[in-house]
């Protein structure tokens, strides 16, 4: 599914109206009835309930005015209160506070403080407040009598449904600008906002309606919108048939370069996770020492020793039985607890150069890539990075709290800059591909933020890519099963209680889920497993 910020949303309407001779009403009109659709759905209102609209001055407002005309024709006790002058309210949304007014319908304007007093009484007995304060059209901060208000409404603990967005949510990157609205439900016309799936906004937004309001087709495309989500159908279609005739050899190989001493579980999840996401044959390379520990604990995967001077860390003489151990695999995954020391870089450093097949960079990989990023533009083959916020920090010399603040767009510039795929981690998960695409990951819970969660998605994204999956793909379907996974494993388990082990375990659980519904789409074919 298509994902807009709110400028192509405006373009979008635009095309609509001029190129296609659309008039704004008219969608403003769909718009409004697609909303008390839905509110019927959620609510089923009866005539006793009482509604309360609250409408700014702009054309989200003017759907609310829309909406509160459906409301009274149906019977429903609604009042709506105008958070304008009525001079300051025009086009559209003028035409529909005109009908309001001449049908009748209750309406008082909300100007001072003893306005917001005869709001509060208002919302005492109320069954539902629509929220059409502010849309995609919010451009500063919320202040005085509409923060006062927005406050209020929160405080009140009413059932919200927002129109298109709740008002003071930043569509463009979910931001809050001062304070917005809570809402239960929020009605998005055409395409969801990036503001709705990224954080804060995603929390404020509640479960999100996307509801179509007669935009001619391709729309989003027309004006060159790269973001996108996927609804587990839209991810099911992304995966590719597993022929029956298929032996090892057809699923890929995979080299994983992970582990120090203290760290082997890193190796052991990441490594696991490819084979477990569907790869033929995953081979880890090792500090020596460690290797009899791995023997141990992983049974389907093979492991290399790897020189390390018996320092359980990764030496530089190292490097010629990595290169011999990349040189038969599709796709290397290298980092997770690979350990800071200088060795580990210069290993690194060489293998870049060297090689010609895709790289899934993470963990330790990237603290060691942040002395030198040129060398990310080095590789021959395909690079995907994964990293968390502090990563993203070192790799780009920002600060956390600037990437949490912005991901997408440090991520999009840092992905344009060196030519990878970054995956930055985050409630909401983003991939960005140089070429300017965007994905947003809508799966996964806050019980993954648990130590060696990361591990196993560099894994599954490496079994992926030696799977044939392009490593964008990989990338943004690994973000999809590994957060699937992480649902799975805290229905099991409990948010608080989950390891990166349980993840581990859910995804053939989730990637079965997704071939079933696959199948289900398409019942001629025959890679149900
Ligand atoms: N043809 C269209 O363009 C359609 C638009 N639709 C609705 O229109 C909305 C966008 O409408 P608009 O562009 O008129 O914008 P909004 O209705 O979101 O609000 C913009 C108005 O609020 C003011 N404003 C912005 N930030 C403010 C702040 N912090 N404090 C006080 N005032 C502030 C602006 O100056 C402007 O007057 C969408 O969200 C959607 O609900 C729908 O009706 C569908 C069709
Ligand atoms: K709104």
């Known amino acids: 599914m298509v994902v807009v910020t709110p400028s192509e949303m405006r373009k979008i309407d635009q095309r609509a109206i001029e190129q296609f001779g659309i008039p704004g009403i008219v969608l403003m009109e769909n ?6 659709e839905v509110i019927e759905k959620v609510y089923s209102l009866k005539e006793r309930d009482r509604v309360v609209v609250l409408a700014g001055m702009g054309n989200n407002g003017g759907d609310g005015l829309a909406v509160a005309r459906h409301i009274f024709l149906k019977g429903v006790n609604v009042k709506v209160f105008l958070l304008a002058r009525e001079e300051a309210v025009s086009g559209d949304a003028r035409v529909n506070l005109d009908i309001v007014k001449k049908l009748g319908v209750p309406l008082s304007f909300v100007r001072d403080e003893s306005d917001v007093a005869k709001l509060e009484g208002s919302l005492k007995s109320v069954t539902l407040v629509l929220d059409a304060i502010f849309g995609t059209g919010l451009s500063r901060p919320v202040e005085g009598i509409f923060a006062e208000v927005i406050q209020l409404v929160n405080r009140m603990l009413v059932p919200v449904v927002s129109v298109d967005i709740p008002s003071g949510v930043n569509g463009a990157d979910g931001r809050v ?11 998005t016309f055409g395409y969801p906002k990036r503001g709705h799936l990224l954080y804060p906004g995603r929390k404020y937004t509640g479960k999100l309606h996307v509801v179509p309001i007669g935009l001619p087709p391709d729309s989003a495309q027309a004006v060159g919108a790269q973001g996108f989500t996927l609804s587990e159908d839209e991810a099911a279609a992304m995966l590719r048939e597993r022929p029956a005739e298929g032996h090892k050899g057809t699923f890929g190989r995979v080299a994983v370069v992970a582990g120090s001493t203290g760290m082997t579980g890193a190796a052991c999840l990441a490594a696991m996770a490819a084979l477990r996401s569907g790869a033929g044959l995953v081979t880890l390379g090792i500090p020596t020492s460690l290797n009899d520990i791995l023997e141990n604990k992983l049974t389907e995967v093979m492991t290399r020793p790897l020189e390390d001077h018996g320092t359980g860390c990764l030496q530089e ?4 039985d990595v290169l011999d151990l990349v040189r038969d695999a599709d796709v290397l995954a ?30 330790d990989g990237l603290n060691h890539i942040s002395r030198d990023i040129s060398l990310l533009s080095k590789h021959a083959g395909p690079v995907v990075i994964t990293p968390h916020p502090g990563e993203m920090a070192r790799l780009t010399g920002l600060n956390v709290a600037q990437i949490v603040e ?12 060196t030519g990878v795929v970054v995956l930055l981690k985050g409630a909401t998960t983003v991939v960005c591909h140089p070429d300017g695409r965007v994905y947003f990951n809508t799966t996964g819970n806050s019980g993954m933020a648990t130590a060696g969660s990361g591990d196993v998605l560099t894994g599954i994204i490496a079994g992926f890519i030696a799977q044939g999956y392009e490593p964008f793909d990989a990338a943004v379907l690994g973000a999809f099963v590994h957060g699937y996974a992480g649902d799975l494993a805290a229905d099991a388990h409990g948010q608080a209680g989950m390891v990166a082990g349980d993840i581990l375990e859910a995804v053939p659980l989730a990637l079965k889920k997704m071939y079933n519904l696959l199948a289900e789409h398409c019942k001629s074919w025959s890679h149900r497993i």
């Open 31 to 36: 718009a409004a009835l697609k909303v008390v």
């Open 177 to 187: 600008m001062g304070t917005a609205i809570k809402a239960m439900n929020t009605v």
């Open 317 to 320: 003489e190292a490097l010629d």
């Open 334 to 363: 290298i980092g997770p607890g690979l350990g800071k020391s200088g060795a580990v870089f210069e290993v690194l450093r060489n293998i870049l150069g060297r090689i010609d097949i895709s790289i899934v960079l993470d963990a």
């Open 406 to 417: 912005s991901p997408v767009e440090v991520a999009q510039r840092f992905s344009q800059e």
